[in-house]
């Protein structure tokens, strides 16, 4: 069964469950004059719609007021639980500032559970806000940013997916055909071909080129695979480069494609497209960004989560130079209960950054700092990821507690680690930027 099969099966036993509340009158109508198309549908075009309309991960449409009425009690419980829209970051402690936030704010979550509880009202169907015209899927999201079309596309070769089952991982390796270096302002990752959204689970790109000897930082390597560049997942489609950073791509570089494909009840043949934007020839940004997957290191040689247990796992990686954290993407699989990220400084205080209490394998959600909430440490200082696995009968998703689980690649085992961007600063760039914020304060 298909992670998105598991998924739709999650809604429907919730829609079952509580549809009698409806039906029956049990739910109060106590509550104001809100109605969808005032007051509801603005929020599902804002909040919702890009992953459920036709085609995309959501698992039914909430494009209509005929397709969400049936749906109305199991938002109502999902929005209450903050795992609607998918946005698992505690928001009780760390950084609360990113560029990319879908999450409801509490005025949202109350006017849809006000809706729900008065009987999911149509209202004035002149009061529909104009319907959404989103864009082809076979265009390039960031063509409209930089002006242009990509400098440079990518493609893995084609994978069929079979209509029936277990999901498959797709590894080619391809030539970038780049004969000279060039530095990368953004980056784009798609998958192509038609319905290949709905079997690609998530597409990891990473990158393989020799490094110079005694480069300042190199990344972390999966063995394999090379240094991991970046993703489309729910969540996330590629990166965009802060002014004046950026990524190195180097002559006679490869891309390594790992594809996550899995069975949707129909075969469909399935490619991923990575679309690069390079900075003009003669600029050279004066940084260069760093990918990392921190802690996949340690969760390859130590990961060990006995049967019927849940498992706390850390990883601490050391910072040589001052640093700006651009982003931060856990990752873990179906057993994932929660990860943290914590900066450790060098004056042994301890500074929670983010963390992620309801982590969910459905949906790779990749948290971009903003330009004034990017957290800047010194050197000395040491990330601390605390990941969380769940291996006992009370987790809804695990097939089978009464295994042993190592590290894998397969859903059904387990790794954990952090996409994590990091740009090194000079003193006198990370004084200035500290300066400035003082100043905003």
């Not at 999911?120 to 015209?133: F, K, R, T």
Request: proline share 7%; aromatic share 10%; charged share 20%.
């Amino acid at each position: 069964m298909s992670e998105k099969t598991r998924l739709y099966d999650r809604w429907s036993g919730l829609l079952a469950a509580t549809i009698l509340l409806v039906t029956t009158g049990t739910v109060s109508s106590q509550t104001g004059d809100v109605t969808f198309s005032r007051d509801v549908a603005p929020i599902l075009q804002q909040r919702c719609q890009t992953c459920h309309r036709a085609g995309q991960m959501g698992p039914m449409s909430l494009m209509t007021y005929e397709e969400v009425r049936p749906w109305a009690p199991v938002i109502r419980q999902k929005v209450i639980q903050r795992v609607m829209p998918p946005w698992h970051l505690d928001k009780t402690v760390g950084i609360q500032d990113f560029e990319n936030d879908v999450s409801l704010t509490d005025a949202e979550i109350d006017t849809i559970v006000n809706w729900v509880d008065a009987g999911a009202p149509l209202g004035n169907p002149d009061h529909l806000p104009a319907s959404v015209e989103w864009p082809d899927e076979e265009i390039w999201s960031m063509a409209e940013r930089y002006g242009r079309e990509p400098d440079l596309i990518v493609k893995s070769t084609p994978w069929t997916q079979s209509a029936q089952g277990q999901d498959q991982w797709w590894t080619p390796i391809i030539e970038t055909g780049l004969t000279e270096d060039r530095w990368v302002t953004g980056m784009e990752v798609r998958p192509t071909l038609e319905g290949a959204r709905r079997v690609t689970h998530h597409a990891v790109i990473y990158l393989q080129q020799e490094e110079e000897p005694g480069d300042f930082e190199s990344p972390v390597n999966i063995p394999g695979r090379g240094s991991y560049l970046t993703e489309f997942a729910v969540g996330k489609i590629g990166d965009v480069f802060r002014e004046n950073t950026g990524k190195l791509l180097k002559a006679g570089s490869r891309i390594a494609f790992d594809n996550h494909y899995h069975s949707v009840g129909e075969e469909i043949t399935a490619q991923t497209e990575l679309g690069i934007w390079f900075y003009p020839k003669d600029y050279r940004p004066k940084y260069r960004v760093y990918s990392n997957a921190l802690g996949a290191v340690q969760a390859m040689s130590a990961l060990d989560i006995p049967p019927g247990k849940i498992t706390i796992h850390h990883a601490y990686i050391p910072l040589r130079a001052q640093a700006r954290i651009e982003n931060y993407q856990p990752h873990m699989h179906i057993r994932g209960k929660a990860m943290s990220m914590e900066a450790i400084l060098p004056n042994g205080q301890v500074r929670m950054l983010s963390h992620v209490a309801n982590f969910d394998f459905n949906w790779h959600v990749n948290y971009v700092y903003t330009d004034d909430s990017a957290p800047l440490l010194p050197a000395g200082t040491v990330l601390h990821l605390t990941a969380w696995h769940d291996n006992t009968a009370d987790n809804p998703a695990n097939p089978d507690p009464t295994q042993w689980v190592g590290w894998g690649q397969r859903s059904f085992d387990e790794m954990y680690h952090a996409h994590v961007n990091m740009t090194y600063l000079t003193d006198e760039d990370y004084a200035q930027i500290l300066s400035e914020r003082r100043a905003q304060r």
